[in-house]
C-alpha cells in the first residue's frame, strides 16, 4: 500500500483526480520498473542501505518522482529483510564492545589499536565463525538487514498494481461511499456482498430501479467514525479489487484530502473486460471459530455459509447473510448475520427492516454498541444476538431453538431441506429478482396449473358425504361430493399433498407423500 505522497492527485475546485500518465510517461515507468525488479532479482543477501544506494543513481525526470517512489515503495513491500538467525546480535555487539573497551584500556601509550584482534577474540569466546562476526555486528538495524527474499513480479503487472494502489491511497481518507455496480450473474453480486461483509465494512445495499441496472451500495468511511479509522480504511482500501471484478461500476467519494483536511468529491469507474477468475473466500475469524465449536457441541444444529441474499422491498434494501443453520430432525432454517464494525445508527435501521423480512434471521451485535435483545418482539421471525468478545455456542443453539420452537408445534412439516441444490435456487431467485433470468414465472405457472388439473374431475354436494355409485363390479370407483364452501379448503389440500379417503363414510385427510419427501410449492417457498 502507497502513501498520499507517492499518489498523483489534482484538486480542481472542489473534486479530486488522479492525473493519467501520457502513454509514452507509462511506458518510460514500466522501463524503470524492469530495472528495479533486475535489480533486487540479483540482489539477494544485501545490505539494505546498498540497494537503496543503487536507486538512488537511477535518474526519472522530475514529474515522475511520485511514480518512482511509489514503485520502490511497492518494490520493497515484496521483500522479505533479516538479520542473523544463527547469532543473538545483542549479546555478539555486548561482546565485541567490553572486549574492545578492555584492550584499549591495556594499550601502552602510542600503541595502534587492532579491530582485527578483538573480533577474533570475541569469535574464539562465543565459538562462532569470525567471518560472520563483522557481517552480523549491525544487522538487527534496518539499513544493516540483508535481503533473504524477494517476489518477482512482470514490470506491466507492477504498474497495473501502482495504478490501483493510488485510488486505493485515495479512499483510506474517505468519509462516504457511493458506488452502483453491474454484474454479469448472481454468483458476482454474492461475491461482492460478500467482501463487503468479510471487510466489516458499514454498508447499505439497495437495489437499483429498474432491476436490471444491479444495486447501490452506500459505505461509511474510516473518518466517520470515531476510532479504528487506520484500520477500517485500509479494509475499505482493500475493497476496489472486488469492484473492479464488477461488469460495470461506477464510484463516488468524499475525501479529506491535503495537509489542511478539505473535503474533495472523488469519483472512479470502470468495466471489465473478461470474466473474472474464482477466487477463495474467507470468513470473518469469529465466524469459523463458531462454525468449528458448533461442530464439537452436541448440539443437532449445523451451520455452513449462506448464499442467500434477502430483498426487503419495504425498506429498499437487502439483508445478506453469513451463515446458515439447519437441524438434523427437521427442516427449519435459520440464517445470522454478524454485524462488524457497525454503529448504533446501522444496528437500527436493521431492527426496522425485520418488521418486514419473512426469514428467520439472528442479527449478531457486539455488546459495545449497547443494543438490548429486547428490541425484537418475539412474535417476530428474526432476534437480536448480543455477544461479548465472541458469540457463545450455547447461547446461539438456545436462540436457534426459540425461533422455531413455535412453528414444531404446527401439523404441517416443511419439506426437506436439500444442501445440494441451495445455490441453484438461490440463484434462479436472484435471477428473478435482478430480470437476469426471463421465462422463470410461465414455469411456475404451468407447474401449478398441472397441479390443480387434479381437482378438476371432482363434483360436490352439500352434505360433505360419500356416495358411492353402483356399477357393474367391485372395481367401481367412489365419487367424492363436497359443498361449495369447502372447495377451496380441499383444492390447497391436494396441492399441498393431501389426499382423500373413505373412512367409516367420513372424509378424512391423508398424506399422500412420504414425510421426507418435499411438495413442488414448500420447496419453491423455502429456497
Not at 521483500?79 to 549479546?91: M, N, P, R, T
Not at 518477482?152 to 462516504?176: C, G, K
Not at 434471521?361 to 412474535?379: C, G, K, N, Q, Y
Not at 455456542?393 to 422455531?404: G, H, I, M, Q, T
Amino acid at each position: 500500500m502507497i502513501s498520499a505522497d507517492h499518489v498523483r492527485a489534482k484538486r480542481r475546485g472542489a473534486e479530486l483526480t488522479i492525473t493519467q500518465l501520457k502513454p509514452k510517461d507509462r511506458d518510460e515507468m514500466i522501463l524503470y520498473a524492469a530495472q528495479v525488479i533486475r535489480l533486487f532479482k540479483a540482489g539477494l543477501h544485501k545490505r539494505r542501505e546498498e540497494l537503496e544506494s543503487q536507486l538512488d543513481d537511477m535518474i526519472v525526470p522530475s514529474y515522475l518522482t511520485r511514480v518512482a517512489e511509489g514503485l520502490k515503495k511497492m518494490i520493497f513491500d515484496r521483500c522479505s529483510f533479516g538479520g542473523s538467525e544463527e547469532l543473538d546480535v545483542l549479546a555478539l555487539r555486548a561482546k565485541v564492545f567490553a572486549l574492545a573497551s578492555q584492550t584499549r584500556a591495556e594499550l601502552a601509550e602510542g600503541e595502534p589499536f587492532d579491530r582485527d584482534q578483538v573480533l577474533v577474540r570475541a569469535a574464539e569466546e562465543l565459538g562462532v565463525n569470525v567471518m560472520h562476526i563483522d557481517d552480523d555486528l549491525f544487522s538487527d538495524l534496518k539499513g544493516a538487514q540483508r535481503l533473504k527474499d524477494f517476489t518477482a513480479i512482470e514490470p506491466q503487472t507492477l504498474m497495473s498494481e501502482y495504478e490501483l494502489a493510488q485510488e486505493q491511497a485515495v479512499l483510506i481518507r474517505a468519509t462516504e461511499l457511493w458506488v452502483k455496480v453491474q454484474c454479469s450473474d448472481p454468483a458476482e453480486y454474492r461475491y461482492l456482498f460478500r467482501q463487503l461483509k468479510f471487510r466489516r465494512l458499514l454498508c447499505e445495499i439497495t437495489p437499483s430501479v429498474p432491476a436490471e441496472d444491479g444495486y447501490e451500495i452506500h459505505i461509511s468511511g474510516p473518518h466517520s467514525i470515531f476510532k479504528s479509522s487506520t484500520k477500517y480504511g485500509l479494509q475499505l482500501a482493500l475493497l476496489l479489487p472486488a469492484l473492479r471484478r464488477c461488469r460495470r461500476w461506477r464510484l463516488r467519494a468524499q475525501v479529506q484530502w491535503g495537509k489542511d483536511k478539505s473535503l474533495l468529491d472523488f469519483r472512479a469507474e470502470g468495466a471489465r473486460e473478461r470474466p473474472p477468475e474464482a477466487e477463495p473466500q474467507d470468513l470473518p475469524e469469529e465466524l469459523s471459530r463458531l462454525m468449528r465449536q458448533l461442530k464439537k457441541s452436541k448440539s443437532q444444529w449445523r451451520a455452513r455459509r449462506s448464499s442467500k441474499i434477502i430483498h426487503v422491498p419495504e425498506r429498499g434494501a437487502i439483508c445478506v447473510p453469513d451463515l446458515i443453520f439447519s437441524h438434523e430432525e427437521h427442516s427449519r432454517r435459520v440464517y445470522l448475520e454478524l454485524l462488524g464494525y457497525w454503529s448504533r445508527e446501522a444496528v437500527w435501521r436493521r431492527v426496522e427492516w425485520a418488521e418486514d423480512i419473512k426469514e428467520r434471521v439472528i442479527f449478531a451485535v457486539s455488546s459495545r454498541l449497547r443494543v438490548s435483545e429486547e428490541v425484537l418482539p418475539e412474535e417476530l421471525p428474526s432476534a437480536l444476538l448480543v455477544y461479548k468478545g465472541a458469540i457463545v455456542v450455547s447461547a446461539l443453539v438456545k436462540l436457534l431453538d426459540e425461533l422455531v420452537s413455535a412453528e414444531l408445534l404446527e401439523d404441517e412439516p416443511e419439506p426437506a431441506y436439500d444442501a445440494d441444490d441451495a445455490d441453484d435456487a438461490d440463484d434462479a431467485e436472484l435471477a428473478v429478482e435482478t430480470g437476469a433470468s426471463e421465462g422463470l414465472d410461465e414455469e411456475l405457472e404451468d407447474e401449478a396449473e398441472a397441479e390443480l388439473s387434479v381437482s378438476e374431475d371432482m363434483s360436490f354436494s352439500e352434505d360433505m358425504s360419500v356416495s358411492e355409485e353402483l356399477g357393474d363390479g367391485p372395481s367401481a370407483e367412489p365419487r367424492i361430493e363436497v359443498e361449495p364452501a369447502h372447495e377451496e379448503e380441499l383444492i390447497k389440500a391436494s396441492l399441498s399433498g393431501v389426499g382423500l379417503s373413505e373412512v367409516g363414510g367420513q372424509i378424512s385427510l391423508e398424506d399422500e407423500h412420504p414425510r421426507d419427501q418435499p411438495s413442488l410449492f414448500g420447496d419453491l417457498e423455502e429456497d
